[in-house]
């Protein structure tokens, strides 16, 4: 399931989201969320009346456990590209968890800053353009999503 845009209607989808998606205002920009049914998302950035970024979403109902260890900022310097880097599955007592992980937030600034470190249980939408392996002391995996 998903959204299919001709070449040439980009900017009618465009519009479509703006003027009927949920739009929330924060310090750092508008967040446009536009929801097609059935799962499909997609997320507009907008700095002012000017537009930023679109990024995909699910709204599906993966979810897992996340111990959040600190936010990354986008080289790029846009603020609204933060990304959380922590440990899926994290153990009490133990620094660490079954994987770390490192993931773009888009709806970061609607939340705010959680403070770190933070245990929530967070959905994926799982839009990866790398995944790796890494050998540390506790071997893993890092997923990227889609746009960095």
């Known amino acids: 399931m998903g959204v299919v845009v001709p070449p040439n209607g980009m900017f009618d989808l465009l519009d479509r989201i703006v003027t009927t998606g949920r739009r929330t205002t924060t310090p ?15 997320w507009l950035y907008l700095d ?10 699910f709204s599906g109902g993966f979810r897992v456990h996340c111990r959040l260890n600190n936010e990354l900022h986008h080289e790029s310097g846009e603020p609204q590209q933060v990304a959380l880097q922590g440990w899926l ?14 993931f773009d937030c888009p709806d970061y600034h609607v939340h705010g800053a959680p403070g770190f470190p933070h245990e929530c249980e967070v959905q994926f939408a799982l839009f990866p353009i790398s995944i790796g392996y890494a050998a540390t002391r506790m071997s893993g995996c890092r997923l990227r999503s889609a746009g960095r």
């Open 89 to 102: 599955n994290p153990k009490k007592g133990i620094p660490g968890g079954e994987c770390p992980i490192v």
């Open 48 to 57: 002012g009346t000017n537009f930023q970024q679109m990024a995909p979403h």
């Open 28 to 42: 750092h920009g508008d967040y446009v969320s536009w929801n097609a049914g059935m799962g499909p998302e997609v």
